[in-house]
């Protein structure tokens, strides 16, 4: 199963918050929408569900359009929402039904999603009761509900302790293993880089980076050496690039025209005994950081 | 149109549970049994003031005279009002009436019998007893007069005793009748409109206070919520003023503690057309003004900035209330009260008043029904756009400039 975000164009006015934005997720690997606040992330997201209209482009599911997004897709917004006062398990009916369920079919998926987070004896209880970590549960439970075949979750982990995180992490992961797509948006780089296969960076309304996390990294060029060696090598190091001690080795941090294959030669050639060398990757904060700053261009 | 069902139902349901809704239908109720059952509890008291016979249910027993006043009139007068006690006699001293009248009803000081004078006890809402004295003593006059031009004395009584049998036909419909029913129809519109009308903005605001509504977008579509929560808000509406008229009615036979009651007859004024318009406006009325509420309640991020938003469309109404009651009271109909009748922000009020102060033909209630029915038809496609714009809007409160653009984006901006 796979989502194709096709072209996708939204003005609103004179401010163009989309331009040609497209991607594909695919079924069991967990796509990160990542970008600047304003990049247009919510709005794609809203085109996504149906919310908002695209002044062109196609959202398909297998190459079809969404027959129903609203049952089609599960949502978990940035800002939590639920009825205050209203108590969970009849707000969760309430939910299912408006995405398809009959009567007995919501209870039913009701009780059972609510025991699969383990958090039924809420049942009955109101949200404002409950702690911060317990309503997001409830909030994922409610994106849930129906089983959808897309799970958009906008900042799914915050305000979360790390044993909250952690669980709804393995949920998430758990969903996205049966066979659906997840689509996730989140400022917190460690937890995308730890769950999501597939990236896509969007910058002021264009997609800036895109593709498997690994082959992005890869695709980077790196700039950072780990050496590891029997003997001092800083002096050679230091022809290629600044350097820095770290864990019993150095880091070069090679200048512009410098080249990782140059300085193992000359490491090589010096005599000295290589115990480890390592080109460091950039990590996903730092590609965040090189596609959505200032500098960064499209792919 | 399922879901606009689902939605329809819960909105009905909580809106039946909700705490506003609970406290209005219990001191409506509360209002209805206590001016239904008062008059049960004022006719049991223990005062036993029966109403005199012949003296149309005035409570009056016993009459001072001054001691100066005109003897052979004063027995007249006991004569002619045999139910009246005339036997103390009191100063001529007027500065002790106020003390002496805690005593007696009525003090007369009586010249002759065309010259005298009555004092009586001023107390809220006292009605005047001197009308008795007056028919008394112009009846002794007349007859001392006929006495002295020859007639005999019980020729002169006989003369000026002569009664008529006379009885009074209305023929026609009975406009007074029906303006009182009328007057309480547009009373109970009125409020019922406004105050459901605000609960739909209410229960939107909150709901985007709550980020609820972004939730509920991705659920439904904006239709589909808009018209399920107002219908749902209108139909709980109309089940508790349908509780109210029901349980006024039944309050009302009790305490009339007979077969016909002032009800009964005040109802005997209502056709059954006016109880089919009185339904077509209330529901076109409120679903007017509800429509155009849920969208203004979309339009703000909070329940505290609603009060001045919502108050456009209450202005509004609220000056077509003023127009029909102003109306109601003088009793004519001005080509304002004409125009507000069609107007469909006032026919709901207007209209009833126009009703009971003239017969207005059929043809006119319906065209006016029609302009009010295409006016809610408008709304709720401004509604949807005001729903679909305001609910992913968040900032500051928006301005008439803000909401006239949201009325005229394309769908889906």
């Not at chain 1, 989502?3 to 497209?22: E, P, Q």
């Not at chain 1, 003997?231 to 512009?256: E, F, P, T, Y």
Request: hydrophobic fraction near 45%.
């Amino acid at each position: 199963m796979t989502l194709t975000v096709r072209d996708i164009y939204k003005s609103f006015g004179d401010i163009k918050a989309l331009c040609g934005v497209g991607f594909e997720a695919s079924a069991g690997h967990p796509l990160g929408l990542l970008g600047r606040n304003g990049a247009g992330k919510t709005t794609l997201m809203r085109i996504i569900m149906d919310i908002l209209k695209a002044d062109s482009g196609e959202i398909l599911l297998d190459g079809k359009p969404l027959a129903d997004a609203r049952t089609a897709i599960g949502y978990l917004p940035e800002e939590r929402g639920l009825y205050r006062t209203s108590r969970i398990g009849e707000q969760l009916i309430y939910f299912a039904r408006l995405r398809g369920m009959d009567a007995a079919r919501a209870k039913q998926a009701v009780s059972d999603t609510l025991s699969r987070f383990g958090i039924e004896e809420y049942i009955n209880r109101t949200p404002e009761t409950l702690s911060k970590g317990n309503q997001q549960r409830v909030q994922l439970a409610l994106a849930m509900i129906n089983r959808p075949e897309i799970l958009i979750l906008d900042e799914p982990f915050s305000g979360l302790d790390p044993i909250g995180t952690a669980q709804l992490k393995e949920i998430i992961r758990d969903y996205a293993a049966q066979g659906h797509i997840v689509i996730f948006s989140s400022h917190q780089m460690p937890v995308v880089e730890d769950f999501c296969e597939d990236i896509v960076i969007i910058k002021s309304g264009r997609v800036v980076t895109k593709g498997h996390l690994n082959d992005i990294r890869n695709s980077y060029h790196s700039s950072r050496v780990f050496i590891r060696a029997c003997g001092d090598i800083s002096a050679i190091a230091q022809k290629h690039g600044d350097v820095s001690a770290k864990n019993g080795g150095i880091v070069c941090a090679l200048s512009n025209d410098a080249d990782a294959n140059e300085l193992l030669a000359d490491l090589s050639s010096s005599g000295t005994q290589i115990t480890h060398f390592e080109i460091i990757r950039p990590s996903l904060e730092e590609i965040f950081i090189s596609s959505s700053g200032e500098g960064g261009n499209a792919q | 149109m399922n879901r606009f069902f689902i939605v329809f139902s819960r909105e009905l349901r909580e809106t039946l549970r909700s705490k506003p809704f609970i406290i209005i239908s219990a001191i409506m109720a509360l209002c209805l049994a206590a001016i239904a059952l008062l008059p049960l509890f004022g006719a049991s008291d223990g005062e036993k003031n029966e109403p005199v016979s012949g003296a149309d249910n005035i409570y009056i027993h016993n009459c001072a005279v001054s001691e100066n006043s005109d003897r052979e009139t004063v027995e007249k007068l006991a004569e002619a009002l045999p139910y009246i006690s005339f036997s103390a006699a009191v100063t001529d001293d007027t500065s002790q009436y106020e003390a002496l009248l805690e005593k007696y009803d009525a003090i007369l000081v009586v010249r002759s019998a065309g010259d005298y004078d009555c004092y009586e006890k001023l107390s809220l809402g006292a009605q005047s007893i001197k009308y008795l004295f007056d028919d008394a003593l112009t009846s002794i006059c007349r007859t001392d007069s006929l006495v002295q031009l020859g007639v005999s004395y019980a020729d002169a009584q006989s003369v000026l005793s002569a009664n008529i049998s006379g009885r009074s036909f209305f023929v026609g419909e009975n406009l007074f009748g029906k303006m009182i029913c009328n007057y309480v129809l547009v009373m109970l519109m009125f409020i019922s409109i406004a105050l459901y009308g605000q609960m739909v903005a209410t229960r939107v605001a909150s709901e985007k206070g709550s980020r609820t509504m972004e939730l509920l977008a991705t659920s439904a579509s904006v239709r589909e919520l808009l018209y399920g929560k107002v219908l749902g808000v209108g139909a709980a509406g109309l089940i508790q003023i349908s509780v109210f008229i029901v349980s006024a009615v039944f309050l009302l036979n009790i305490s009339s503690g007979s077969g016909i009651s002032t009800i009964a007859a005040l109802a005997a004024n209502i056709t059954a057309a006016d109880i089919v318009f009185a339904c077509a406006y209330f529901i076109l009325g409120f679903l007017l003004m509800a429509f155009l509420f849920g969208g203004l309640g979309a339009m703000v991020d909070q329940l505290e900035d609603l009060s001045g938003i919502a108050n456009i469309p209450v202005y509004i109404f609220m000056a077509g209330y003023l127009i029909a009651v102003f109306s109601t009271g003088s009793g004519s109909v001005s080509p304002l009260m004409v125009f507000a009748s069609y107007f469909p922000f006032w026919s709901p009020v207007t209209m009833f008043s126009r009703m009971s102060a003239e017969n207005v033909a059929n043809w006119e209630v319906i065209v006016s029904l029609a302009i009010l029915l295409a006016s809610c038809l408008l709304a709720a496609r401004v509604s949807v756009k005001l729903y679909a714009s305001g609910m992913l809007r968040y900032g500051k409160a928006p301005g008439i400039k803000a909401i006239l653009k949201s009325i005229n984006q394309k769908k889906g901006n």
